[in-house]
Every structure is written in structure tokens, then in C-alpha cells.
């Protein structure tokens, strides 16, 4: 346990001041919204939504920058942060959502349990906190681009001729389509799986636009430019604390 902790605190200690900023910015967003929930009858999430939404807000924005720098405890905000947006996503479930809901049911809160067990087994061998990064061949990265586009038309077309026809736009469709793939290499450590994050979170961006929430608009920008930060953290990573990797 204090070893748990310990590196949850060198972790923490290795935020920039732009991303306490960030944090910052999603604290007073989502307070606001919370606010909002409380006060506005016509609010587009009740009061006691908007305190999960709250939580998945913060907890949220420190796990991808946790796992943006390799860091194993991102996994402990992985964890909640999952959790209540799944909360958000059934309460949302007709608006067009319910492949992200799936995703997040189905894949990501198993996942988050098992990448935090196999990622502790394979630590980097000066900073204990962090894990080891990998990266893919090319023949890899054509395989998985594939199986996206496959899986996302499958999951598009199942989903509305048989439960039903809002319950899936093409964006959230290829959301979970990357989603799947993304977290299967951050499980497997490779930092391709920041190229998917990347292009899954424009994705999400713009989701949040056309049925706009103000809370996970600005999450999901945040995860935006973190990923960005994360692929070059990650690149880094490899290139030289890993050479075997290389």
C-alpha cells in the first residue's frame, strides 16, 4: 500500500502547470454545471447528474494525463472515472450513445482492471512508477486500421436495424470501434494506441457539439490535447528508456 501510494505521488509530482491549468478550467466548468443542475429546470442534466458528472470531470482529466506520461496509477482515477460515465451514458442511452455506453460496460471497466495489473508487471526500470512503452510494425498498424472500419460498420448496422435507429450515430459507432482496438494496444503498451486516442477524441469532440454538454465538451477537448502531449511522451519513452522496444 505505501508502495501504491508513493507512486501515485511521484506521479502527481510530475504535472506541469499547464495541466493543473487545465484542471483548473475543468473544475470551474463542471462546477458551473452543477450549478446549473440545481438551479435551471431545463437544465440538459438533472442536479445529481451533474455531481457524477462532476467526478468523472476531475477524475477524468488526471488519468489521461497520468497515462499520458506512462504513469501505472492512472489507472486508480481509470477506474471511477469509468464508472460514472457509465452513469451518464444510461441516463443519455436514446440520444445516440449506446454503442460509447457498450464500450464503456463491456470493454473499458474490465480492461481498466486488467491493464492496471499488467502494466505494474512491466515497470520501467529507473522510474517504478511508469511502465515500459512498445510500438507497432507496420503490418500491424495496417491490420488494426482494418479491423476499425470493420467493426465500426458492423457495430453501426446491428445496432440500428435491431435495437434501434437513433441508437447509434456513425460517429459513435467508430468511437467504439477505435475504443476497442486503443485499449487493447494501452493494455499492451504500445504507443500507437495514442494515434487512435487522438482521432477518437475529435471524434468525441464533435459529438458533444451537435448535442452540445458543456462538462464533457470540455473534457473531451482537454483529452484532445492531451493525447497529442501523450504521443510524443510515449515516442520519447521508447526511443530512449527502452531500447529493447526500439
Not at 508513493?6 to 475543468?26: C, F, G, H, P, R
Request: hydrophobic content about 50%; overall charge positive.
Amino acid at each position: 500500500m505505501n508502495l501504491s501510494v508513493k507512486n501515485l505521488s511521484d506521479s502527481i509530482k510530475e504535472l506541469k502547470w499547464y495541466e493543473w491549468a487545465m484542471t483548473a478550467v475543468m473544475i470551474f466548468i463542471a462546477g458551473i454545471s452543477v450549478y446549473d443542475g440545481f438551479t435551471n429546470p431545463n437544465s440538459y442534466n438533472p442536479g445529481w447528474l451533474t455531481i457524477i458528472n462532476f467526478i468523472s470531470a476531475v477524475c477524468g482529466v488526471f488519468c489521461v494525463f497520468l497515462t499520458a506520461k506512462a504513469a501505472v496509477s492512472n489507472f486508480f482515477f481509470a477506474v471511477i472515472n469509468t464508472f460514472v460515465y457509465i452513469v451518464f451514458l444510461a441516463y443519455h442511452r436514446n440520444d445516440g450513445f449506446t454503442g460509447t455506453l457498450i464500450l464503456e460496460c463491456a470493454v473499458y471497466a474490465p480492461m481498466n482492471i486488467i491493464s492496471w495489473i499488467y502494466w505494474a508487471k512491466h515497470r520501467d526500470d529507473i522510474q517504478k512508477h511508469k511502465t515500459k512503452a512498445k510500438k507497432l510494425t507496420i503490418i500491424q498498424c495496417a491490420i488494426f486500421s482494418v479491423a476499425i472500419v470493420i467493426v465500426a460498420l458492423l457495430m453501426h448496422y446491428c445496432l440500428n436495424r435491431y435495437i434501434n435507429p437513433r441508437a447509434s450515430t456513425i460517429f459513435d459507432s467508430f468511437i467504439f470501434a477505435i475504443g476497442i482496438i486503443a485499449i487493447t494496444l494501452e493494455l499492451l503498451r504500445y504507443r500507437e494506441q495514442y494515434v487512435l486516442w487522438i482521432i477518437t477524441d475529435v471524434i468525441a469532440v464533435i459529438q458533444y457539439i451537435q448535442k452540445f454538454d458543456a462538462v464533457y465538451f470540455t473534457k473531451k477537448s482537454i483529452y484532445l490535447i492531451v493525447a497529442v502531449i501523450g504521443l510524443i511522451n510515449w515516442i520519447k519513452l521508447n526511443r530512449e528508456r527502452n531500447k529493447e522496444n526500439v
